[in-house]
């Protein structure tokens, strides 16, 4: 409650949780802030199959609920667990993309790790074997 208070104020986040009063099945902007901040970010699906480990590679990312996520950190691993490239994922209308910048020979066995935060602050984290 002190949460949703606390952030209403703010014209812009009220707009957004008006924008996500259905998916929280909430009937008020108050509603949605509430259940976001009790709710986890979740990450329910990530499209790596276009990449080959070549620069501007696409990966997309689908969230359970759009506009929960704000941020979302990017990393590839080689299978030794040293990092070929990390960054931030941008997002798009009903999905999130990051672009590849580092070349990665080896592919097999790499592994992809997605860090997403949501206005609450709370973080959940997504790993792939590529």
């Given at each position: 409650v002190f949460y949703a208070k606390s952030v209403l104020g703010d014209p812009a986040v009220k707009e957004a949780y008006e924008l996500m009063k259905k998916d929280f099945k909430a009937k008020s902007a108050y509603g949605a802030a509430v259940a976001d901040f009790l709710k986890v970010p979740k990450i329910v699906r990530v499209n790596a199959e276009n990449y080959k480990g070549n620069v501007?590679?696409?990966?997309?990312i689908v969230a359970e609920?759009?506009?929960?996520?704000?941020?979302?950190?990017?990393?590839?691993?080689?299978?030794?667990?040293?990092?070929?490239?990390?960054?931030?994922?941008?997002?798009?209308k009903d999905y999130w993309q990051y672009e590849v910048k580092v070349a990665n020979a080896n592919v097999a066995g790499s592994k992809l790790v997605i860090k997403a935060t949501d206005r609450p602050g709370k973080v959940t984290t997504f790993e792939s074997v590529l």
């Amino acid at each position: 409650v002190f949460y949703a208070k606390s952030v209403l104020g703010d014209p812009a986040v009220k707009e957004a949780y008006e924008l996500m009063k259905k998916d929280f099945k909430a009937k008020s902007a108050y509603g949605a802030a509430v259940a976001d901040f009790l709710k986890v970010p979740k990450i329910v699906r990530v499209n790596a199959e276009n990449y080959k480990g070549n620069v501007g590679n696409l990966i997309y990312i689908v969230a359970e609920v759009n506009g929960k996520i704000l941020d979302m950190d990017v990393q590839i691993l080689r299978a030794d667990g040293t990092v070929v490239e990390s960054g931030k994922a941008t997002t798009l209308k009903d999905y999130w993309q990051y672009e590849v910048k580092v070349a990665n020979a080896n592919v097999a066995g790499s592994k992809l790790v997605i860090k997403a935060t949501d206005r609450p602050g709370k973080v959940t984290t997504f790993e792939s074997v590529l």
